[in-house]
């Protein structure tokens, strides 16, 4: 059980009583060191500045505990906040520092509590709509093979429709499942970028138009903090965007800053326009630009639907978003879209290749070994 804590009027009231005590003292040693010693103030001047010194000594040390603002608590605050906007998981904060600090803590950590669990729900719920949405559409898909051969176009029709319906609730329940679950680990990115790579190139090996992919992954190895399946998912959905909205070319780079390792897709499409970019990332939004690229899902080139909703790159923000990351948008080199990717280097091997780095451009000389002589 928490001990109940002192109110202002109560804290008020022991500095009160200290300042009292420590004069009070200070005036007992003068008085007795005048009437008996007969000593001159030059005398009595050190034990007069001792006690004002030990009181304000602790009028420091019990404002500095129970009035400053904890400096450290504001921080754990600020990034609590920050990292709860990013629909990250966020532990509860210690209860510390003045009553106000702790209010305003204790009101962060419930805040915390019902978002998480407002986000679970969430995930319930679209779960059970997908499993409720899918047991008609299995019907109806029983019904559309039974009816096979009478009528082909309305068999061919239905089906496109079940297909849609079933994209849609799978973008929907990615939507909501985007950050959960996800153990972040220290993996090799251009690793990860060369494999959906090789099996973008292996999908489009049986298509008769083929895509010039132009890969410029960096050489260096670029060590990341993340969850592997998400950035390969991240990938696939813009390599996706490219391939349907532009026309035969994509080019795929990486490399990496101080802090921060990215990626970049471009394409050769119609590019895009400042207010285009503001909302390309938003959920539902379609159509937004004159090429279709809003998603990854939508109106592909033959015009067919094939059962978009607008949540594609919708996914792709809040996944490097949980991520720490950030994400660019701008204009390829052949007037397409072009989408950057920055992901948080793992720390200590990011530290590890700058040395690295420096090593190979002869800025740290390698120690001589000392051949000791007999």
């Given at each position: 059980m928490k001990k109940p804590c002192p109110s202002l009027r109560a804290w008020f009231s022991y500095i009160l009583y200290l300042?009292?005590?420590?004069?009070?003292?200070?005036?007992?040693?003068?008085?007795?060191?005048?009437?008996?010693?007969?000593?001159a103030f030059s005398a009595i001047f050190p034990y007069l500045f001792?006690?004002?010194?030990?009181?304000?000594?602790?009028?420091?040390?019990?404002?500095?505990?129970?009035?400053?603002?904890?400096?450290?608590?504001?921080?754990?605050?600020?990034?609590?906040?920050?990292?709860?906007?990013?629909?990250?998981?966020?532990?509860?904060?210690?209860e510390k520092g003045t009553p106000a600090i702790r209010?305003?803590?204790?009101?962060?950590?419930?805040?915390?509590?019902?978002?998480?669990?407002?986000?679970?729900?969430?995930?319930?719920?679209?779960?059970?709509v997908s499993h409720d949405l899918r047991t008609p559409l299995t019907r109806i898909r029983l019904a559309m093979e039974m009816m096979e051969g009478k009528d082909d176009f309305l068999t061919e029709s239905i089906h496109q429709d079940i297909e849609e319906c079933n994209a849609m609730i799978d973008q929907f329940i990615d939507y909501q499942r985007a950050g959960q679950d996800m153990p972040f680990t220290c993996c090799?990115?251009?690793?990860?970028?060369?494999?959906?790579?090789?099996?973008?190139?292996?999908?489009?090996?049986?298509?008769d138009n083929m895509i010039d992919i132009e890969n410029r992954l960096s050489k260096d190895p670029i060590f990341i903090l993340?969850?592997?399946?998400?950035?390969?998912?991240?990938?696939?959905?813009?390599?996706?965007?490219?391939?349907?909205?532009?026309?035969?070319?994509?080019?795929?780079?990486?490399?990496?800053?101080?802090?921060?390792?990215?990626?970049?897709?471009?394409?050769?499409?119609?590019?895009?326009?400042?207010?285009?970019?503001?909302?390309?990332?938003?959920?539902?939004?379609q159509g937004v630009r004159a090429s279709g690229i809003s998603s990854n899902d939508g109106v592909n080139n033959d015009g067919v639907n094939n059962g978009g909703v607008g949540l594609g790159l919708a996914i792709i923000h809040r996944i490097i978003c949980i991520h720490g990351g950030s994400i660019q948008v701008g204009i390829s080199e052949k007037e397409g879209l072009s989408i950057r990717v920055?992901?948080?280097?793992?720390?200590?091997?990011?530290?590890?290749?700058?040395?690295?780095?420096?090593?190979?451009?002869?800025?740290?000389?390698?120690?001589?070994?000392?051949?000791?002589m007999s």
């Open positions: 300042m009292l005590g420590s004069l009070l003292f200070s005036s007992l040693i003068t008085l007795l060191l005048v009437t008996f010693e007969k000593l001792i006690s004002v010194f030990v009181v304000g000594l602790s009028l420091f040390a019990v404002f500095r505990r129970y009035f400053a603002i904890p400096k450290r608590t504001l921080k754990a605050m600020q990034k609590a906040v920050i990292d709860m906007g990013k629909g990250r998981k966020v532990s509860p904060l210690p209010s305003v803590i204790r009101a962060l950590n419930q805040l915390s509590v019902a978002l998480k669990s407002q986000e679970s729900d969430r995930v319930v719920l679209m779960a059970g090799e990115l251009n690793e990860l970028l060369e494999e959906v790579i090789e099996a973008e190139q292996r999908g489009m090996s049986n298509v993340a969850h592997p399946l998400s950035i390969k998912r991240v990938l696939v959905n813009m390599f996706t965007n490219a391939r349907r909205y532009g026309n035969g070319w994509i080019r795929i780079s990486s490399g990496s800053t101080e802090k921060f390792g990215w990626f970049q897709v471009e394409d050769n499409g119609t590019g895009i326009t400042k207010e285009e970019a503001t909302i390309l990332f938003q959920p539902f939004k920055y992901i948080p280097l793992s720390t200590a091997l990011s530290t590890s290749l700058k040395i690295q780095k420096l090593k190979a451009q002869n800025k740290i000389q390698p120690k001589r070994p000392v051949i000791k």
